[in-house]
């Protein structure tokens, strides 16, 4: 069994920056790909960003892009996202994800794990 906790989301003006942690206890991460979602409300889940378990292969949704940095520390067990530039749209409630694979998924049903998000408020 994983737990996930996410911690770092908050109250930020558009161009600024946040970062959001993700730690694991339970069993180590290194095995597994890991990912960040993010549900606005009203909306589905969507996929933001993935990491494969060595940190060698990230894949990002294409909004974010240039601004978003997936990283992991498996020593810590734990995945960070760096959000930069920040836009009213990226508003939402971001989940962190560990997958059953050691790969990048880009898909809801890969992962096994989730945590219990975190808010990000992005004010124009």
């Known amino acids: 069994q994983v737990q996930l906790v996410e911690s770092g989301g908050g109250l930020v003006q558009a161009g600024g920056s946040l970062r959001l942690s993700c730690a694991a206890s339970?069993?180590?991460?290194?095995?597994?790909?890991m990912g960040w979602f993010r549900q606005a409300a009203g909306k589905e889940r969507e996929f933001v960003a993935a990491?494969?378990?060595?940190?060698?292969?990230?894949n990002y949704e294409n909004s974010v892009k240039g601004r978003f940095t997936i990283s992991r520390d498996n020593a810590k067990n734990t995945v960070y996202l760096q959000m930069n530039s920040l836009k009213p749209e990226d508003t939402a409630v971001y989940y962190c994800?560990?997958?059953?694979?050691?790969?990048?998924?880009?898909?809801?049903?890969?992962?096994?794990?989730w945590g219990q998000g975190t808010q990000v408020t992005v004010s124009s």
């Open positions: 990491i494969g378990r060595s940190g060698a292969i990230v």
């Open positions: 339970g069993r180590t991460l290194s095995s597994k790909g």
């Open positions: 994800a560990a997958a059953s694979g050691p790969s990048v998924y880009m898909q809801r049903a890969a992962y096994d794990y």
